[in-house]
Structures are given as C-alpha cells and as structure tokens.
C-alpha cells in the first residue's frame, strides 16, 4: 500500500511503484518464487509496503508484517551493537581481540593477537572465507554455542596477515558474536532486543526462534531445478551474529531510517561515520555494510542467503541525488537457476537497466553435467556388475579407476573447495547443486571400487593357473 502522496520530483512515482509491482509479479511467476516482502523509503518516510505470495504450503499470505530470516543483513545488526559498546566505553574499535577473549588464537597466536574488532568487522582480519562457512548446518542451540564457534578457529590459519587484505567470512561475526556475549555478559539474543530491536518498535523481529508472539515467520523453499521445496530449518546459535536475523520489511525500514537518518538517537552521527568509513584497502566494506555505486548514487547495502532465504537492503547517500531512497527486499527461496531476482529488483527500485539475465546457464550446464555423469556412472556400474568374469588386465587399466577415484575426489572436495565452501553446506542452499555433487562422487568411488575388485580377482585367478 502507498503511505504518502508523491512530491512533483520524487524518485518513486507511480510509473516506478507500478514497474516495481510488475517485475516482481512477473519474476515470481517465471521462476517459481513462494513469497516477497518490500519496503520502500524517500526522503527519510516509509512510503511504500507490500508482501506478495505465500510464507509456506498452508497458504499464509505474505505480508509486510511477515518475518524472514534475513541471513548475513544481519551483519550490520552486530556491527551496531560493537559501536554502542564503544560509545558506553566498554570496548574500542582498535582494541584487540585477546583484551576481551583472552584464550582467542588461531594456529598462529603471534598473528591472531593482532586481530583488532575493527578487522573482524571490516573482513580484513585474516580469515578465510571457507573458515567461516563450515557451520552453514549447525543446528546447536547450547548456551555455549558462540564461545565454541570460536574456539573452532583455534587451529585455522590466517590468508593473510591482519589489517593487510579483504576477505569475506562469517568466523569474523562468529568472533563478534561472542564478544559481545562477553562484554555485555548476556545472550546475544537479548541484547540485540534491548539495545535495537525494543527501541525501534521493532515487534517482528527476533534471533532464529521469537521470545514474544509476533506474526507468523515465513518458511523457506530451497529449489530443487527450479521447482520451489518447502524446508523448515532454523539455524543453530553458532550462527547468530553473522547470520541469525529474523524481520519483517517494514521493521527492517525503522532499521534503515535509524542508520541513514539517526532521528531517535539510537545510532549517533560519529557511529553512523564510523559504520560507513573505509580502509584504503577495503573501498566497498565499512562495518558490516558494502558500499557501492549505481550511476550517480552511492548505495549503501548489504545481501543475505540463508537455506530457503534470499534478502537484500540498503539506502543512497542522500548528497547523491535530489531524494534519498532506501529499500528492503526479502524472499523466501534460493535457487541454483534462477539467482538474479533480488539483484534485478533491486535495480529497477534504484531506476537502473542494469538487468541481470533471469536464468543462470552456467549453473544450468552444470546440473546438466553433474546429472548426465550420474546417468553414465549408473550405466557403467550396472554393466561391471552384470559382467562378472574378470577380464585380461595391464598396468594400464589401473589408470581408469585412479582417474574414477580422483573424480570423486574433485566433485567432494575440490570443486567445493574453489568456491569457499564445504559439501554438505552446499545443501541448505542449492539441494539439486549438492546432491548432484554427492552422487558424481559416491558413484565414481563405487565404480572404482567394483573395478579394482575386478582386477584383483583376476590376478587370483592368474596365480592360480
């Protein structure tokens, strides 16, 4: 529903509203998307709010009351916390990790020490991206979870040496997490509802399981080659601080307007600075926001994925442009196919026609692949096992199941591996990707298997003669 007259010169008018409405029917129709939330902001007002589709098989409908888990947003959640920590003198940006987490190390303690809270929140400490996503299926839910999700790090190595590069990874706001835990000597959960989310009328909003009763939460649909699944899943507590978030749009706008603008006090001028303020290595990453640029805008932002869970938010430098506009967008799927929307909607609320294509074909070529090697490995097995009698062997038929092996070994650990993250993680997100992957692996392993036994039975037999 719109919740203001436009002014003459205003970025959303009714031509855009419409545009918007219409991309987003027409893409949830096109790529099989259950539900979408939005919110829209100009010149410091909610103007705008709408939920389309369903929150799960039942048929609740989706509204802007609808509380999606909004996955990495709420990064900046915890960045915030770190900062009004500062402002009440408890801890300092450039204090080190150690000064607060005093058995904090990594397999290097001489590096880990120099770890400062500002690297955690800047991504620039060191760790690696897969350090940070091996708890992508952690279900834990002890009140110990983020003291072990640190202690995990205990033998991880650093890429890079602290404060000397960028690297994305949630074991930095695993760190954070529990340091605020610490430092506050409370769950974080509830130091998140006493310091932003009760303060800003924030009512549907919680971490991972709602303390208070507030409209029903959307359920996740992970696509399985673009068929939308339902999987209700809640991560476990490890997850928190860089990832644990569940909102609604239109909370998430009293979030927004509170950063961009400040009015309620909440988050001063100097924190809003420091939240926003660079490193000369890092030119898009404040603290816990990306910063970016659209056309004469700069877009301050940040995107979420949790299994089932595709988010993204963000607001423009009101110096940029005649109005400043700002925006939350949230949807209850993840595709392997058809990852663009969110991207795509963004950028017709920004006004831009830098459209991304709908369909992925490099992830569709894969799953082509993945699942036409399976066809052929299932083939091949059921002829190894139909064909018994052991056959005239060389050395050189070693090779064929040395290369099945090290197929296996690629699909499991490799290919993973180059994008930063483990098999099973693969899963919450892109099921039909992950078990592609599983059984190209399991299978070659198997046919493998089936053809040394072969060989060895026919070197038995051989002595035997």
Not at 102 to 130: A, C, E, M, P, V
Not at 341 to 357: C, D, H, M, P, Y
Not at 369 to 397: D, E, M, N, Q
Request: with cysteine; hydrophobic share 40%; aromatic share 10%.
């Amino acid at each position: 529903m719109t919740l203001s007259v436009h002014a003459q010169e205003t970025h959303f008018t009714d031509q855009r509203l419409n545009d918007i409405e219409r991309y987003i029917n027409q893409g949830m129709a096109d790529e099989n998307i259950p539900g979408v939330s939005i919110a829209l902001i100009e010149s410091g007002r909610v103007i705008y709010t709408k939920g389309f589709g369903k929150g799960d098989n039942e048929n609740s409908r989706i509204s802007p009351q609808t509380p999606f888990q909004i996955a990495s947003m709420t990064k900046s959640f915890s960045a915030l916390l770190i900062l009004q920590l500062e402002n009440d003198g408890k801890l300092s940006l450039d204090d080190k990790v150690v000064d607060h987490i005093h058995w904090f190390r990594t397999s290097d303690k001489s590096q880990s020490d120099q770890i400062s809270i500002r690297h955690l929140l800047q991504h620039n400490s060191g760790f690696s991206t897969q350090s940070g996503n091996f708890t992508q299926n952690s279900q834990y839910r002890g009140a110990d979870a983020t003291e072990r999700s640190v202690k995990a790090l205990q033998n991880s190595q650093l890429v890079s040496a602290p404060g000397s590069s960028y690297e994305y990874s949630n074991s930095n706001y695993h760190i954070v997490s529990h340091l605020i835990e610490v430092v506050e000597g409370a769950p974080y959960e509830a130091v998140i509802a006493a310091r932003i989310f009760q303060p800003l009328d924030m009512r549907n909003s919680f971490v991972q399981i709602p303390v208070n009763k507030t409209a029903e939460p959307a359920i996740g649909f992970p696509q399985w080659f673009g068929i939308s699944v339902e999987r209700p899943f809640i991560l476990g507590r490890m997850k928190m601080g860089d990832g644990g978030v569940s909102a609604s749009a239109e909370d998430l706008s009293k979030y927004l307007l509170e950063v961009s603008q400040g009015e309620l006090g909440l988050v001063t001028k100097n924190m809003r600075d420091s939240l926003f303020r660079t490193d000369e290595n890092i030119a898009h990453y404040g603290l816990g926001w990306q910063i970016s640029t659209e056309g004469d805008m700069t877009v301050y932002e940040h995107g979420g994925n949790n299994g089932g869970f595709s988010s993204q938010f963000g607001f423009t430098d009101a110096n940029s442009r005649k109005a400043d506009i700002g925006f939350v967008i949230l949807t209850n799927y993840t595709s392997a196919l058809h990852s663009q929307f969110i991207w795509n909607v963004r950028q017709t609320i920004l006004g831009s026609e830098r459209l991304a294509k709908k369909l992925n074909t490099t992830n569709l070529l894969s799953l082509i692949a993945l699942y036409g090697t399976i066809l052929v490995l299932c083939f091949c097995i059921y002829r190894s096992i139909k064909t018994s009698k052991p056959t005239r062997t060389r050395f050189k038929h070693f090779i064929i199941p040395s290369l099945l092996i090290a197929h296996g070994y690629a699909m499991a650990y490799v290919i993973p591996g180059l994008n930063k993250i483990n098999l099973f993680s693969i899963y919450p997100f892109f099921p039909d990707l992950a078990v592609g992957l599983i059984g190209c692996s399991a299978l070659s392993i198997l046919l493998a298997v089936l053809m040394l036994i072969k060989l060895s039975t026919f070197w038995k037999v051989r002595q035997l003669d």
